[in-house]
């Protein structure tokens, strides 16, 4: 074991074992060795014997001992102590020294440690343009192959879908082409090439093209039985599960999905399994199936508190949260979704604090505790605009904007603005079939055109308002963004489930005992669509007029 693993040391003593080494090479490998197997709880220490292999390596121009050093250094930096400006500078003095000496192979290395540095605090501007700078020095293929494959990464991170596919697949044709110069696919091309369609198909679902996502998904498939991999067939899988949940296919999605889970099972697969889990969960969620929704929920905790997988444990229990929502145990949700909210907090997941606040308001509503639940949402609004912000700040999501905004509040409002729009374009005119004498007609297009025209009158509005009056459009500028976030997520999701659930009536045989099922289902997302459009007309109403009931105003204009 390394010599910062002994329970006390210090740095003198180590000094003095290091030196009865007759290498001076071998020196610098036990520092830096050491320094790695020390904890950070004592990164000073860790920090000093880093900097005495620096020195070293200095000494006696082991160029290979350098790098190492500096790479250790900024490790610690980075890591330990948190000290991102140091840490650079060390990676930074790698790319000086091997620029120096006109060693592109290590200049390569330091500037794609950079890189990766930058991508993992979400400075994705420099990531990219550290992982341009490796491209542009004579690394080998494998590296360029490596930093594409990252490019689309940081690329999809941004949701700069294109330039993410073009990146994967710049890195798919470069790995073809080294194939071919070797006349065969070994088992790491066969494996960069089924990670590669992973990605592309990941990408191709989260800009709803499914089609093109599948065909990724199945070379997956391919590719991973071909090399006998279960982890590939696993990751293909929950892709393809994923796929036939976007097309509404719930049952096709379960299948893919409990293939998966067997997968799973039989290579004690844990995290993957936690995910799957809670994904049957959110799938018998969206058919209404409570009962089995809540049983797979339930697994999913159980396996990632088992396994301590904290950054998975808030989206279970969300998960079961939001289940006990829908079945009216509103005393079961909240204790479920305080632990999920506690802790993202401590694992800095913002995504699910948002979440979590937001289920939180409603169960909190539900109950009757109206403070709770105004403080539940205000706290999601912070966090919604805490997120926004952050992707505002990114260079390439900046250039998603439509104008330059004058001012933080407007910024909140015209992002929102964006968002509804873009949602509205994808949406359709959706027509739903009567069948057992039930017909369930859904028409949203009256509430768009209405919520589009006061959003215009704001904009004029907004124009001509002056300083005195800015509290009062900044309490339309929330109105409307609830209006929006209704709009865009509250009436998505019941219409995927009629849809999947007219999938399931047996049309040859009226008298299958699912019909009731899924006739019972039709009611309960009825009366949820209709209950979304009340909530839209108040908002409208007390926006326009002041007043808080759902009943229409005269049209005076």
Same mark, same amino acid.
């Given at each position: 074991?390394?010599?910062?693993?002994?329970?006390?040391?210090?740095?003198?003593?180590? /000094?003095?074992?290091?030196?009865?080494?007759?290498?001076?090479?071998?020196?610098?490998?036990?520092?830096? @060795?050491?320094?790695?197997?020390?904890?950070?709880?004592?990164?000073?220490?860790?920090?000093?014997?880093?900097?005495?292999?620096?020195?070293?390596?200095?000494?006696?121009?082991?160029?290979?001992?350098?790098?190492?050093?500096?790479?250790?250094?900024?490790?610690?930096?980075?890591?330990?102590?948190?000290?991102?400006?140091?840490?650079?500078?060390?990676?930074?003095?790698?790319?000086?020294?091997?620029?120096?000496?006109?060693?592109?192979?290590?200049?390569?290395?330091?500037?794609?440690?950079?890189?990766?540095?930058?991508?993992?605090?979400?400075?994705?501007?420099?990531?990219?343009?550290?992982?341009?700078?490796?491209?542009?020095?004579?690394?080998?293929?494998?590296?360029?192959?490596?930093?594409?494959?990252?490019?689309?990464?940081? *690329?999809?991170?941004?949701?700069?879908?294109?330039?993410?596919?073009?990146?994967?697949? @710049?890195?798919?044709?470069?790995?073809?082409?080294?194939?071919?110069?070797?006349?065969?696919?070994?088992?790491?091309?066969?494996?960069?090439?089924?990670?590669?369609?992973?990605?592309?198909?990941?990408?191709?679902?989260?800009?709803?093209?499914?089609?093109?996502?599948?065909?990724?998904?199945?070379?997956?498939?391919?590719?991973?039985?071909?090399?006998?991999?279960?982890?590939?067939?696993?990751?293909?899988?929950?892709?393809?599960?994923?796929?036939?949940?976007?097309?509404?296919?719930?049952?096709?999605?379960?299948?893919?999905?409990?293939?998966?889970?067997?997968?799973?099972?039989?290579?004690?697969?844990?995290?993957?399994?936690?995910?799957?889990?809670?994904?049957?969960?959110?799938?018998?969620?969206?058919?209404?199936?409570?009962?089995?929704?809540?049983?797979?929920?339930?697994?999913?905790?159980?396996?990632?508190?088992?396994?301590? *997988?904290?950054?998975?444990?808030?989206?279970? *229990?969300?998960?079961? !949260?939001?289940?006990?929502?829908?079945?009216?145990?509103?005393?079961?949700?909240?204790?479920?979704?305080?632990?999920?909210?506690?802790?993202?907090?401590?694992?800095?997941?913002?995504?699910?604090?948002?979440?979590?606040?937001?289920?939180?308001?409603?169960?909190? !509503?539900?109950?009757?505790?109206? /403070?709770?639940?105004?403080?539940?949402?205000?706290?999601?609004?912070?966090?919604?605009?805490?997120?926004?912000?952050?992707?505002?700040?990114?260079?390439?999501?900046?250039?998603?904007?439509?104008?330059?905004?004058?001012?933080?509040?407007?910024?909140?409002?015209?992002?929102?603005?964006?968002?509804?729009?873009?949602?509205?374009?994808?949406?359709?005119?959706?027509?739903?079939?009567?069948?057992?004498?039930?017909?369930?007609?859904?028409?949203?297009?009256?509430?768009?055109?209405?919520?589009?025209?006061?959003?215009?009158?704001?904009?004029?509005?907004?124009?001509?308002?002056?300083? !005195?009056?800015?509290?009062?459009?900044?309490?339309?500028?929330?109105?409307?963004?609830?209006?929006?976030?209704?709009?865009?997520?509250?009436?998505?999701?019941?219409?995927?489930?009629?849809?999947?659930?007219?999938?399931?009536?047996?049309?040859?045989?009226?008298?299958?005992?699912?019909?009731?099922?899924?006739?019972?289902?039709? !009611?309960?997302?009825?009366? /949820?669509?209709?209950?979304?459009?009340?909530?839209?007309?108040?908002?409208?109403?007390?926006?326009?007029?002041?007043?808080?009931?759902?009943?229409?105003?005269?049209?005076?204009?």
């Amino acid at each position: 074991r390394s010599l910062g693993q002994v329970e006390k040391f210090n740095v003198d003593s180590i /000094k003095a074992i290091v030196s009865k080494l007759s290498s001076d090479t071998e020196k610098v490998k036990t520092y830096i @060795n050491t320094a790695t197997g020390m904890s950070c709880e004592d990164s000073t220490n860790k920090l000093l014997i880093a900097n005495e292999a620096k020195k070293l390596a200095e000494a006696i121009k082991w160029h290979e001992g350098v790098y190492k050093a500096n790479r250790k250094l900024g490790e610690i930096y980075f890591s330990c102590l948190k000290d991102y400006p140091k840490a650079f500078d060390a990676f930074e003095d790698n790319v000086r020294f091997a620029h120096k000496y006109d060693d592109t192979i290590n200049e390569a290395i330091a500037l794609e440690t950079m890189a990766k540095a930058y991508q993992k605090i979400s400075q994705y501007q420099k990531a990219l343009e550290y992982y341009n700078k490796v491209l542009g020095v004579r690394s080998d293929a494998d590296m360029q192959m490596g930093v594409l494959a990252d490019m689309g990464v940081v *690329y999809n991170a941004i949701e700069d879908y294109n330039e993410a596919l073009a990146t994967y697949k @710049n890195s798919l044709r470069m790995l073809d082409s080294v194939a071919a110069a070797k006349h065969a696919k070994d088992i790491q091309d066969t494996l960069l090439t089924a990670g590669l369609s992973l990605n592309i198909g990941d990408i191709y679902l989260a800009m709803s093209q499914p089609d093109k996502a599948m065909e990724n998904y199945d070379k997956v498939q391919l590719l991973s039985i071909a090399i006998n991999d279960t982890y590939l067939q696993i990751a293909g899988l929950i892709g393809i599960g994923k796929t036939y949940k976007l097309k509404t296919n719930y049952l096709e999605a379960i299948k893919q999905y409990q293939v998966a889970l067997l997968k799973c099972r039989e290579i004690n697969e844990f995290r993957d399994e936690v995910k799957i889990l809670n994904e049957l969960a959110n799938t018998y969620h969206d058919m209404f199936v409570y009962d089995k929704a809540l049983l797979y929920a339930d697994s999913s905790l159980r396996l990632a508190e088992d396994q301590s *997988y904290l950054d998975l444990l808030p989206k279970s *229990y969300i998960t079961s !949260g939001n289940i006990y929502i829908k079945q009216n145990k509103f005393d079961l949700a909240v204790p479920a979704l305080q632990k999920a909210l506690t802790i993202a907090q401590k694992n800095s997941g913002l995504d699910d604090e948002r979440d979590a606040w937001m289920s939180l308001s409603i169960a909190y !509503g539900n109950k009757g505790e109206d /403070k709770e639940a105004l403080e539940a949402f205000k706290n999601f609004i912070t966090i919604r605009d805490s997120i926004s912000k952050v992707e505002k700040e990114n260079e390439f999501i900046k250039r998603a904007l439509e104008a330059d905004f004058r001012n933080q509040k407007m910024k909140d409002s015209l992002y929102q603005q964006g968002i509804y729009e873009r949602t509205i374009g994808r949406q359709k005119t959706f027509t739903y079939t009567s069948f057992a004498g039930l017909i369930l007609v859904v028409l949203l297009t009256f509430f768009i055109y209405r919520n589009y025209n006061i959003q215009r009158k704001y904009n004029e509005l907004l124009s001509r308002e002056k300083k !005195g009056h800015l509290a009062h459009i900044e309490a339309q500028s929330n109105v409307l963004s609830d209006i929006a976030h209704i709009q865009a997520h509250h009436v998505r999701g019941p219409v995927s489930t009629i849809l999947g659930l007219v999938q399931l009536f047996n049309f040859d045989d009226p008298t299958d005992p699912i019909n009731k099922e899924v006739i019972e289902g039709l !009611g309960v997302v009825t009366e /949820k669509l209709d209950n979304v459009v009340k909530e839209v007309i108040i908002k409208e109403n007390k926006l326009r007029y002041g007043k808080d009931d759902d009943r229409p105003m005269p049209n005076n204009s």
